[in-house]
Nanobody
Framework: VQLQASGGGLVQPGGSLRLSCAAS????????MGWYRQAPGKQRELVAA???????NYADSVKGRFTISRDNAKTTVYLQMNSLEPEDTAVYYC??????????????RGQGTLVTVSS
């Protein structure tokens, strides 16, 4: 399973960005998908996740500002980020729990995309 993330960039405080992550490759199902982030000098943290059934959970720091969603095929996950703050600056990573060709559920991570919030 390969995950291709896109949509990062430089934005001013209060601005918005939309991240996308598309899954490709051989798999039977993609279950939970989510976004993690890692800021310089900090541990990686879960930002948001969404299950196959559409249940979502968010880090307290982004509740009300970020929205995670998936496409109908459930192979692409999006993260709409509004009211961005400098503290949101980090490398954002897409993650997926997928059942691959071996029939085992594994965790996959895509390459990161940098989000910089600065004036």
């Amino acid at each position: 399973v390969q995950l291709q993330a896109s949509g990062g960039g430089l934005v001013q405080p209060g601005g918005s960005l939309r991240l996308s992550c598309a899954a490709s490759g051989t798999f039977f199902s993609i279950n939970r998908m989510g976004w993690y982030r890692q800021a310089p000098g900090k541990q990686r943290e879960l930002v948001a996740a969404i299950s196959n059934g559409g249940s979502t959970n968010y880090a307290d720091s982004v509740k009300g500002r970020f929205t995670i969603s998936r496409d109908n095929a459930k192979t692409t996950v999006y993260l709409q980020m509004n009211s961005l703050e400098p503290e949101d600056t980090a490398v954002y990573y897409c993650n997926a729990l997928a059942v691959g060709a071996a029939g085992i559920e594994l965790s996959y991570r895509g390459q990161g995309t940098l989000v910089t919030v600065s004036s």
